[in-house]
């Protein structure tokens, strides 16, 4: 039978850890896309299509992925056929899923949610398609309601530094979980992209400042971290697509940046130099308000171009990058470290080859505080069985899985809360088959105590004040 009570917990240590210590924790879910203005405005989803497949600009390019590969047709992915041939669509992709994710993390929704038992096929689609539409209509099911149906207790979104955050605002005094903005400088930093000087003027037009060094972007950012940090912000988030480091003179930084802002063309070279230069100034005022630097390596974006043309960005056309990290990042942290500017730092990597060397590296640069630096959990691409044990597997082997931050869902959707259920079953099924091996201890309440650490405590600390 699908999703059993003990799905995934393979020994009886590790049905004891799941369903003694951790299956009713709270959830910090620090990293993901949730839309500030959906939560501030509480709306009920127009139904099942729209909550599950994609509404408000925004789609999830996982499930489009799949059905792409089943051949279904791009009106029923993304263009503007009937919401029920969409869905028929995706249950017929569901019955060939078996083995991926989003097979399980369907199934998971489907019973945590809407209290349906049913696996999802052609011809189960009909009666769980109107089942869940009229649940989706009722007030239990508006989006601060599927938040508090998973005692959400804090919600970190991903924010530009031009957001004024007032849904944030707003959202502070209105609901029992808190709402915080985390800091997403990617306009900043990308240099090289069209859309780089008209973000440039709107960053000026919000902190009133002549945008013309270095150092004055610098202070415009600083200015904003501030802003970010009085609404709660403890975390900072950096996509580093391509990693590589140069060091770079006030000077050129200033003259890389005038020309980029009069429209000239900068060359790759300038480029590190001044994404360099940038993620160095911010880690320094990331470490003097105590935040947490998130950094998300080797995506390959937008790889289809046709694809990227009709839809746009995160609609389902990238992959996993590969490329050397080890060398730019040490010589990055090793700046930092020696200007005492290394903030507490969580490195992701897309590419699962780059797990064992970033935590060996990691290692070098660790001191003064628990968990300092550490490896991100298994993202995008990797949060799958295999590779949510892979993770933890590295992160034990070389580290120390004790401290480690835990699940993220670096999710758009308001029902992707039982992926932190699938998480935690995956961590006590290795706990336990470790256990029960003669591999680690048997004290179950030792045990315990460090998976509930893993699924919750040790991501609630990155919000004490």
């Known amino acids: 039978m699908l999703l059993t009570e003990d799905f995934l917990l393979t020994t009886r240590t590790a049905r004891t850890l799941f369903h003694e210590y951790v299956a009713t924790l709270p959830i910090i879910d620090y990293h993901c896309h949730l839309v500030p203005q959906e939560i501030a405005e509480d709306r009920n989803f127009s139904g099942i299509v729209e909550a599950w497949l994609g509404g408000?600009?925004?789609?999830?390019?996982?499930?489009?992925?799949?059905m792409r590969a089943n051949g279904v047709p791009e009106s029923h992915i993304t263009g503007d056929a009937p919401d029920w041939e969409k869905f028929r669509a995706f249950a017929a992709t569901m019955e060939r899923a078996v083995g991926n994710?989003?097979?399980?993390?369907?199934?998971?929704?489907?019973?945590?949610?809407?209290?349906?038992?049913?696996?999802?096929?052609?011809?189960?689609?009909?009666?769980?398609?109107?089942?869940?539409?009229?649940?989706?209509?009722?007030?239990?099911?508006?989006r601060r309601s599927l938040i508090r149906r998973f005692d959400v207790e804090v919600v970190c979104t991903t924010d530009d530094p031009v957001d004024d955050l007032h849904y944030h605002r707003s959202l502070a005094a209105e609901t029992d979980f808190r709402v915080v903005p985390a800091f997403r400088p990617d306009h900043a930093l990308a240099i090289d992209r069209p859309g780089f000087q008209g973000w440039?003027?709107?960053?000026?037009?919000?902190?009133?400042?002549?945008?013309?060094?270095?150092?004055?972007?610098?202070?415009?950012?600083?200015?904003?971290?501030?802003?970010?940090?009085?609404?709660?912000?403890?975390?900072?988030?950096?996509?580093?697509?391509?990693?590589?480091?140069?060091?770079?003179?006030?000077?050129?930084?200033?003259?890389?940046?005038?020309?980029?802002?009069?429209?000239?063309?900068?060359?790759?070279?300038?480029?590190v130099r001044y994404r360099s230069g940038l993620i160095r100034d911010l880690a320094h005022r990331f470490r003097a308000k105590g935040w947490t630097m998130q950094m998300h390596l080797h995506a390959a974006r937008d790889l289809n171009r046709a694809g990227f043309a009709l839809h746009g960005a995160d609609t389902g056309f990238d992959a996993i990058g590969d490329g050397g990290v080890v060398?730019?990042?040490?010589?990055?942290?090793?700046?930092?470290?020696?200007?005492?500017?290394?903030?507490?730092?969580?490195?992701?990597?897309?590419n699962p080859t780059d797990?064992?060397?970033?935590?060996?590296?990691?290692?070098?640069?660790?001191?003064?505080?628990?968990?300092?630096?550490?490896?991100?959990?298994?993202?995008?691409?990797?949060?799958?069985?295999?590779g949510i044990r892979s993770q933890l597997e590295v992160m034990a082997e070389q580290s120390l899985v004790g401290n480690f931050i835990g699940m993220t869902t670096d999710s758009r959707s308001f029902l992707s809360?039982?992926?932190?259920?699938?998480?935690?079953?995956?961590?006590?099924?290795?706990?336990?088959?470790?256990?029960?091996?003669?591999?680690?201890?048997?004290?179950v309440a030792a045990l315990g105590a460090l998976a509930q650490d893993v699924s919750y405590h040790n991501a609630k600390a990155r919000f004490a004040d």
């Not at 809360?417 to 591999?439: A, K, M, T």
């Open 355 to 386: 797990w064992l060397p970033l935590t060996a590296l990691i290692g070098c640069f660790q001191g003064g505080t628990r968990q300092r630096l550490q490896l991100g959990a298994a993202w995008w691409f990797n949060d799958t069985v295999s």
């Open 101 to 142: 994710p989003v097979y399980l993390w369907t199934h998971l929704e489907l019973r945590r949610i809407f209290g349906i038992e049913e696996d999802l096929t052609s011809d189960s689609a009909r009666s769980i398609f109107e089942r869940t539409n009229d649940l989706l209509a009722t007030p239990e099911f508006s």
């Open 327 to 350: 060398e730019p990042l040490a010589r990055l942290f090793d700046a930092l470290d020696a200007e005492d500017g290394l903030p507490q730092t969580i490195v992701y990597s897309l």
């Open 417 to 443: 809360y039982p992926r932190h259920e699938f998480f935690r079953r995956i961590l006590c099924q290795l706990l336990g088959e470790w256990s029960e091996r003669g591999q680690i201890t048997d004290d």
């Open 56 to 66: 408000h600009g925004y789609g999830d390019h996982y499930k489009w992925r799949l």
């Open 200 to 271: 440039l003027t709107t960053l000026e037009e919000v902190t009133g400042a002549r945008l013309d060094t270095f150092a004055a972007l610098g202070d415009a950012l600083g200015s904003r971290i501030d802003y970010f940090h009085d609404l709660g912000a403890r975390m900072a988030d950096l996509a580093v697509d391509r990693v590589g480091y140069e060091d770079a003179t006030e000077a050129d930084l200033d003259a890389i940046l005038r020309r980029a802002r009069e429209g000239g063309p900068v060359t790759p070279a300038e480029v």
